[in-house]
């Protein structure tokens, strides 16, 4: 059983089109994340919701617009996609957000061409 | 500000023990972790300390924290090459979202 899965793991597309990414976890957590990795392999947080409420929203462009229908689910929708947003996207929950341990999905790698 | 840094790259011969060392910002972070990440691969949860603790042992994994130098280490007893990967260490600062370090890359030679 897959604790937090994400959906797509590849997605090639074209410049300026817009795209989703999906993710689910069936841990029963309540704090869901979305972290950005680039080709350097440096890791950066951009949001989290808490029982799907919006409580953290880093610097961002705001093409990139989260989405938590309920507490299982955190999905990244991406408008007008420019090459730079070429990364591995990673969800990411943990049991609540007082820092408790976070467990990763398998990362969604976006090229754009 | 928040920063955690840890040396890019540790080359090791299979078999013997491997030391990533971890410095961070915050004191009040709850907990610490360290993460591996294979090549190609998502982030595995590896181990984490809480902050009350100077050791954690989880079978070849030791974990060492010294609050006061604000430095964290991770060592491999009997390093294997499946071992290899990208290490990361990363804090919350007090926060919700994991700070990382730039992650160490362990190479082990056979």
């Known amino acids: 059983d897959t604790a937090v899965s994400q959906t797509p793991k590849y997605l090639v597309t074209q410049m300026g089109n817009d795209k989703s990414i999906k993710c689910e976890q069936n841990l029963g957590h309540d704090t869901m994340y979305w972290y950005k990795q680039d080709s350097k392999k440096f890791l950066k947080i951009m949001f989290s919701?808490?029982?799907?409420?919006?409580?953290i929203n880093e610097t961002v462009p705001n093409r990139f617009s989260p989405k938590s229908p309920d507490k299982a689910h955190l999905n990244l929708h991406i408008n007008s996609l420019e090459l730079g947003d070429s990364a591995v996207y990673f969800c990411?929950?943990?049991?609540?957000?007082?820092?408790?341990?976070?467990?990763f999905g398998d990362g969604t790698r976006l090229s754009i061409l | 500000g928040e920063d955690v840094e840890q040396s890019l790259f540790l080359s090791v011969r299979e078999g013997d023990s491997s030391v990533i060392n971890c410095t961070y910002t915050d004191s009040s972070s709850t907990y610490l972790y360290w993460y591996k990440q294979e090549p190609g691969a998502g982030l595995q949860l590896l181990t984490y300390?809480?902050?009350?603790?100077d050791m954690k042992q989880d079978q070849r994994l030791t974990v060492l924290l010294n609050k006061k130098d604000k430095h964290l280490s991770l060592r491999i007893a009997d390093t294997q090459t499946g071992d290899s990967a990208i290490y990361f260490c990363a804090e919350t600062g007090g926060g919700t979202a994991l700070i990382f370090g730039k992650g160490t890359t362990l190479s082990v030679s056979s």
């Open positions: 990411a929950s943990s049991q609540d957000n007082g820092g408790r341990p976070q467990h």
């Open positions: 919701y808490n029982n799907k409420e919006l409580i």
């Open positions: 300390i809480f902050s009350n603790m």
